[in-house]
């Protein structure tokens, strides 16, 4: 396999319940797995191929649990990589060079025989991972926009995490409440809208992720 390693940072949300059904391995809340994710890479590369700064992004559907297979992906990417990062950065995030069940990439790709054209759009992420609020879009695809979830007495901002000591995304993500609009690709989403969301920093390579 050839050598390659991120390092970065990821905004998703997805239909279900705050704190995603997925990590707890029980069903998804209404029994369907719709989700967008935004990926700035600080550091990276692919082999020789350098991928500092560059952006990427998902739109993922299953009809039911990601496990039971027969979902639908198309990958974005930062129209500023070249042909090398391009192809790079596809093969990461379909799995290749990557030990079988390492990453999500992985999982999302082997679970998805429904492969949409990659797009090249710009892509942008900002984040505020202390308060819980960010934006992600990519230009004509789709945008996410995340916020503290509130607390269900009060209304103020309610603080939880979730930590996977052997994930295969994350080891800690900070929980939030998101909503996707999606206005182009070959994927719209209908059911994001106050719904799980999460911030979290990576670091994987073909061998899963990095622990801290």
């Known amino acids: 396999m050839k050598d390659w390693s991120i390092e970065g940072e990821e905004l998703a949300n997805c239909n279900c319940n705050f ?7 029980v069903l998804p809340t209404d029994g369907t797995c719709e989700a967008a994710v935004v990926y700035r890479i600080d550091k990276g590369h692919y082999g020789d191929t350098k991928l500092d700064g560059l952006m990427t992004a998902g739109v993922y559907k299953w009809p039911s649990a990601i496990h039971e297979g027969n979902g639908h992906m198309q990958l974005i990417i930062d129209p500023k990589a070249d042909d090398d990062q391009r192809s790079a950065l596809e093969a990461i995030m379909t799995g290749a060079d990557t030990e079988e069940m390492a990453t999500m990439w ?3 790709s082997a679970m998805c025989p429904n492969k949409h054209e990659t797009l090249y759009a710009p892509i942008s992420l900002n984040m505020d991972l202390d308060d819980r609020i960010g934006t992600g879009a990519v230009e004509g ?27 295969f995304e994350f080891g800690f993500a900070e929980m939030a409440k998101g909503r996707t609009k999606t206005t182009g690709g070959e994927l ?20 899963g992720r990095v622990a801290a």
């Open 19 to 25: 704190g995603c059904p997925c990590q707890f391995g």
């Open 106 to 108: 992985f999982v999302f």
């Open 141 to 167: 695809i789709f945008e996410i926009n995340a916020e503290p979830i509130p607390n269900i007495v009060s209304g103020e901002p309610h603080r939880v995490g979730i930590a996977l000591p052997h994930g």
């Open 188 to 207: 719209e989403l209908l059911k994001n809208t106050g719904t799980h969301a999460h911030f979290a920093s990576l670091h994987l390579t073909g061998k």
